[in-house]
């Protein structure tokens, strides 16, 4: 014990400064980049660390207010967690900020900074369709062996020519426009409208079903990710390799593509996110295993929530105005507008969302 009651009190002090400085320096290290670029300039793990260090310096407050320490240190704690207050329980962002706030910064900066493994996604999809496209064409059995019965919808390789372009064109068979002919006209308008809404929303639940599987199994080291975007690049092929044998390229692809265009690209960016999950899990890099997976889990599952949007609009497209459209340039202008809209969003905003700290740095 100390004979000297103010060498006592100033040992206490130094030795209290000395438990806890370091995480005090940490604290004041992500104000200053806060105060200087803004709460969005921080990466994952300062803003995983910024409550409990906020914590730790009112607790570090608390006590020496307790035991008296010099005032010099308390005016510096009082301080210092004055500041992370206002960060940890600043006001908060209305709903439709938020909301508006995840489309046009979040959503897009997250696929730009994945665009690799979206790349690849396209690419796998791609090299399906040709080789489904490819096999049909040449063998027209193998339409079977692809198709799922349920999708077909009665298409396959030995329907004719007019059979096919009827579908395509929204136009009812002989044998249901004869029994239409009886039937009120209004209850007739009432009925295509219900049965457009409950097409729609089958639509949208099959896509994002397609879609979380994707996801889902991104955790099996990506392997099966890569499995069903062949696959469903498999299906398109064989689909459009029928309609290609009877001369409907043009018919068709003006019928696929409105829809088609939102539709295959939320498909790709959701196994996109179930690649980076694969990656993430199979090469962690300089992080933990699961430190590296729950980071990429996070990036997934901002693509993975943006899609559900994109397979909204999707089915809204393909249930009316696939249904409601039959003229083929309407129909490749719709097409060429969404792919227009999509590559600025993506390509154009979602880099300058990325670079402007949307998402913060990365975690080293």
């Not at 290290?29 to 300062?46: Q, V």
């Not at 397609?210 to 099966?224: D, I, K, N, T």
Request: aromatic share 10%.
């Amino acid at each position: 014990m100390w004979k000297d009651g103010g060498v006592e009190y100033r040992m206490k002090s130094v030795q209290f400064r000395r438990e806890r400085e370091a995480a005090w320096r940490q604290l004041e290290e992500i104000l200053a980049k806060a105060d200087r670029k803004g709460l969005r300039a921080l990466d994952e793990d300062e803003l995983y660390r910024l409550p409990t260090l906020y914590r730790g310096a009112v607790s570090s407050l608390s006590v020496a207010r307790a035991i008296s320490l010099d005032r010099a240190l308390v005016d510096y704690l009082d301080s210092l967690a004055a500041r992370a207050y206002v960060y940890v329980y600043g006001a908060k962002p209305g709903y439709l900020k938020a909301v508006l706030r995840f489309f046009t910064a979040v959503f897009p900066a997250t696929v730009w900074r994945l665009r690799a493994a979206v790349a690849a996604s396209i690419l796998v999809t791609v090299l399906g369709a040709t080789v489904g496209f490819q096999l049909t064409l040449h063998d027209p059995d193998l339409f079977f062996a692809f198709m799922p019965e349920e999708m077909s919808a009665g298409r396959e390789p030995a329907s004719s020519r007019e059979d096919l372009l009827r579908v395509l064109r929204n136009q009812p068979s002989p044998d249901e426009a004869e029994d239409g002919e009886t039937d009120d006209g209004e209850a007739d308008g009432r009925r295509d409208v219900s049965a457009l809404t409950l097409f729609a929303s089958y639509l949208f639940t099959n896509n994002a079903r397609v879609g979380m599987l994707c996801f889902a199994v991104g955790f099996a080291a990506g392997v099966p990710v890569i499995l069903v975007l062949f696959s469903n690049g498999l299906v398109l092929g064989a689909f459009a390799a029928i309609h290609h044998r009877r001369d409907l390229g043009f018919e068709l692809w003006g019928w696929l593509l409105p829809h088609g265009v939102t539709e295959l690209l939320a498909v790709c960016l959701c196994g996109a996110a179930g690649l980076t999950l694969g990656w993430a899990l199979v090469f962690p890099g300089r992080r933990r295993r699961l430190d590296s997976l729950a980071r990429a889990g996070r990036q997934a599952a901002v693509v993975v929530l943006g899609t559900l949007l994109m397979f909204f609009l999707a089915g809204l497209i393909e249930g009316y105005f696939r249904q409601l459209v039959v003229d083929d340039l309407p129909r490749y202008l719709l097409a060429a507008s969404t792919a227009v809209l999509w590559t600025w969003y993506f390509l154009v905003l979602g880099r300058r969302a990325e670079q402007g700290g949307a998402l913060g740095e990365e975690t080293r």
